[in-house]
């Protein structure tokens, strides 16, 4: 069994602290609308899919446990991180269940539930891709951790994995946060599954020496023509995927894209403090006089990806047309 990120108890949600992993299993309980915005502005849960849920029951939490003003508590939940959609998208949605007399806790419950089939759905679909042997490259943590369990791309390597191919994972540590040695990695290690971290400027290299037979990555944005913005260095992956003509898969629910945009260029990226960058879990790495640049996220041009992967079906070389044919917009 894979990992949980959070739990819901009727008026309490218990997140597990991203931020102390793997060396610390640090649950903490949260009860109240500000408490969850709070855990997800400071990425004590983070991953597109798992902030949408959280952002759900933080809702609930405010509107129904707390009795505050919705729109009080929609804007808090909203003003937290400015580029995963799946949180805009689970908001309106537990919005949209109380304006129209429903309960919105049984709302947020769905949309946990939801999540997680679709990512059954995204592995097991996904996994025709994956030929027995590959090496896969991955960035980031879109495992159990990001999602309400099983993961996106992570889901698609485990899928793999479960149905017995032989498959081995690169895993890209991801500064700042670490979120693929620290998350990606202690997924992979409790499911047994063989993986090696790398600095994230190694991959180049390992691709120039024919070490990647297969780029997968997840995402937090994707818009109508099928730019997809996702953690920072993804970008750097698919031109080099380019160069090395190794496929470049990006696995996502229907719930991360955005149609109302068209291009990349129009999706908000988050830039978080330079001091992140700077440090590295409380240890100082960099003068204190040094300025920092922290973007969050980058985007990858439709061009560069050969496939999305979704639970309605897999998107090739992806254009608006295919993107609203097999999503049914
Ligand atoms: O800043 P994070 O850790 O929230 O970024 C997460 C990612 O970029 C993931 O790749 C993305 O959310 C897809 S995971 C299901």
Redesign the pocket.
Known sequence: MEVKAFVWNSGELKILN?LKLPQTEEWLSLKSYKEVAKAIKD?VV??????GCVGAYGFVLGVKYEKVDPEEVFQTLKNT?P??V?LFWALERVKKALESGQDVEEEAKAIEREDYETNLKMGKIGNTLIPEGARILT?????AL??TGY?????VIRSAFRSGKNIFVWVDE?RP?L?GSR?TAWELAKEGIPHKIITDSTAGFLMSKKMVDIII????RITLRGDV????G?YTLAVLAKEHKIPFYV???AS?FDPKLFSGEEIPI?ERRGEEVKSCFGCKVAPTESGALHW??DVTPAELIDAIITEKGIIQKPTPEKIKRVLGI
């Open positions: 991203q990425m983070r991953g597109a899919p798992a902030i991180r580029t995963a799946n960035h980031c943590n879109t495992g990001a999602t993961g996106t791309a992570l889901g991801t946060y979120q998350l990555v997840g995402a937090d913005a996702n953690k920072i993804t696995v996502a629910p991360t988050e969050g996220f």
